[in-house]
């Protein structure tokens, strides 16, 4: 069922329900309700959620339960980075960093580049100083 899926696969990221809440722009009690069942999200939230945890909507929605496709969640993907103050040493995301890749998620393509560009040329600019 769907409140059960979604709470799997925020568990499996390592997200509290108040980091999705405020991905989603919306109450942690409304998002309460949509893994406890008492209410349900907008099309517009299922295509939200299905972005934040880079699923299909089927497989949010549980059509897909039969099948043995396995998914990526954050600490998959993001299972560390070397940090690069201290080299060689692996690092997880923090959780500002977390909320951050959630919310690039739900960027159209020209706002990922834009942001991608904005980052490049913020680097660059601390890179000079």
Avoid: W
């Avoid at 405020?22 to 517009?44: A, C, F, M």
């Avoid at 040493?89 to 951050?100: A, H, P, Q, R, Y």
């Amino acid at each position: 069922m769907f409140p059960e899926k979604l709470k799997q696969l925020r568990v499996n990221c390592a997200l509290t329900q108040k980091q999705v809440a405020e991905v989603l722009n919306i109450d942690r009690s409304t998002y309460t309700y949509y893994e406890t069942g008492k209410s349900s999200p907008t099309i517009e939230t299922l295509i939200k959620l299905s972005k934040i945890f880079a699923v299909s909507i089927d497989t949010l929605l549980d059509y897909e339960s039969h099948t043995s496709e396995s998914v990526a969640t954050l600490n998959d993907v993001y299972t560390g980075y070397v940090k690069k103050n201290s080299p060689g040493k692996i690092i997880t995301l923090d959780e500002g960093e977390k909320t951050l890749l959630l919310t690039y998620r739900l960027l159209d393509e020209e706002s990922k580049n834009n942001t991608q560009e904005y980052l490049k040329k913020l680097l660059n600019d601390t890179e000079s100083k």
